[in-house]
């Protein structure tokens, strides 16, 4: 999956929670819709451009502040490799 596309739909999906009123459920909101909605190829994708860059930002886009805080807190949550409980 190529993640110029994924990108601004998890900035979308950053967006909507963002504007919810308490942080840490905002957080979590971000991370069950990954792992609720997105297939694992899409999750490895994303884990993918977050290994290659740590900071978010390439030439391909922009990953939100609150969409990599999410990422970074709960990856081994979401991880497509580790069984789900």
């Given at each position: 999956m190529n993640s110029k596309s994924l990108i601004p739909m998890i900035n979308r999906i950053g967006t909507f929670f963002e504007s919810q009123p308490n942080r840490e459920e905002s957080l979590e909101g971000i991370a069950n819709h990954i792992r609720l909605f997105?297939?694992?190829?899409?999750?490895?994708?994303?884990?993918?451009?977050?290994?290659?860059?740590?900071?978010?930002?390439?030439?391909?886009?922009?990953?939100?502040?609150?969409?990599?805080?999410?990422?970074?807190?709960?990856?081994?949550?979401?991880?497509?490799?580790?069984?789900?409980?």
């Open positions: 997105w297939d694992p190829r899409m999750r490895q994708s994303l884990y993918n451009y977050v290994d290659q860059h740590p900071d978010g930002k390439s030439e391909r886009g922009e990953l939100s502040a609150i969409v990599m805080e999410s990422i970074t807190r709960y990856r081994d949550k979401l991880d497509p490799a580790a069984p789900t409980a």
